[in-house]
Structures are given as C-alpha cells and as structure tokens.
C-alpha cells in the first residue's frame, strides 16, 4: 500500500496556472500507476490524468487535454499536475489516486489508494 499526501491548492484566477503535488511514502512507488481526479462540489469524483510507472505513457480527460500536464519523479516518490488556461469550472478539490495494475478503465473503483484531497479554486 502507498500513502499520498497532496498539495499546491489555493485560489487562483481565470487564465491562471497551478502546480500540484503529490508525495508519495511506500514501497515500490515506481511500480504503480498514479492518477489525478478531481470532484467539484455535488458532482462525482471524475477522472483528469494518468501516468504510467514508466513515464512514457500518459491519459487525460478530454477536458483538459492540451491545458494539463502530469509528470512523476520516481527517485522522489512525487507526482505532479500542472495546470495552465485554468477556467472556473476547473474549481474542485483534486485526488491523487496509485494503482499497481494497468487496466484500460479509469474510475474511482479502479484506483485503491488515495491522498486528502487538496483545493483548487479558480475565480472568474
């Protein structure tokens, strides 16, 4: 099992850019596949991007394809979103979610460790 601690929330204006972080305490943290997703207020957890163990391959939301990037430091356990041309219904908190096995669905029951969560709000 893998701990995750997120961070690099706050509130930002539209147009805006945000680094989050997530570190990660555990072994074998180059092995799983680590995630970003986000839930806004009264809507369900939804999936933003993915990184695989290797770094080559990544997924993201079309949502927010071409304005988010997700990278990992595996020598540092520290996985990270950033996120550019940030609009206001960007404004969730964001999740970062491991899993050790790749499947090809990308839902809140397919990832079993998550970090608290950390505020992201985006202010038109």
């Known amino acids: 099992q893998v701990q995750l601690v997120e961070s690099g929330g706050r509130l930002v204006q539209a147009g805006g850019s945000l680094r989050l972080s997530c570190a990660a305490s555990g072994r074998s943290f180059s092995t799983y596949e680590m995630s970003w997703f986000r839930q806004a207020p009264g809507k369900e957890r939804e999936f933003v991007a993915a990184?695989?163990?290797?770094?080559?391959?990544?997924k993201y939301a079309d949502s927010v394809k071409g304005r988010f990037t997700i990278s990992r430091d595996n020598g540092k356990s520290m996985v990270y979103l950033q996120m550019n041309s940030l609009k206001p219904e960007d404004t969730a908190v964001y999740y970062c979610g491991a899993r050790v096995r790749t499947t090809a669905t990308y839902t809140l029951a397919d990832f079993g460790s998550w970090g608290q969560g950390t505020q992201v709000t985006v202010s038109s």
């Open positions: 990184i695989m163990w290797s770094a080559f391959s990544t």
